[in-house]
């Protein structure tokens, strides 16, 4: 089973991570002042609705689980991204970047997949480098 938490900072500055997935009758979802506490969080109550699952009887299979971030959240968990540095390498308005990772303003969908392509061109470049 694939189990996806998606990633939101809230307005009050919190971060907070839902699921559509769930074993039985068992959710998860996870809070934190950060995206790291969110994380843990969300996979104890990950932990939490297998064993609930397994008292109640069910079965539950393997699972993996992946992250959706929105761009604040992104940037807090990749904090050492400096948002004017990525900007730069992305072509958007630094100013812009700023908004988009404070939250401020988010991005439309073609300046979305954008930043999601050159997420996925860095992380590319990592993949193939050697020390």
Known sequence: MKITGIIEKGTDGRYSI???????????????????????????????????ALCEGLKVN???VSFQYDLPSFFNDFDFINASRFAQFVGINESKMR????????????????????????????????L
């Not at 996870?30 to 995206?35: I, M, N, P, R």
């Not at 843990?40 to 609705?49: G, M, N, R, V």
């Not at 061109?121 to 993949?127: D, L, Q, T």
């Open 18 to 52: 839902r699921s559509e997935q769930h074993f039985g009758k068992n959710y998860f979802g996870g809070f934190g002042d950060s995206v790291s506490e969110a994380k843990t969080d969300f996979l104890e109550s990950i932990e939490d609705a297998v064993a609930d």
């Open 62 to 64: 393997a699972y993996e």
């Open 99 to 130: 908004q988009y990772k404070s939250g401020a303003a988010y991005p439309g969908e073609r300046t979305t997949k954008k930043i999601l392509g050159a997420i996925h061109r860095i992380g590319a470049e990592f993949s193939s480098v050697s």
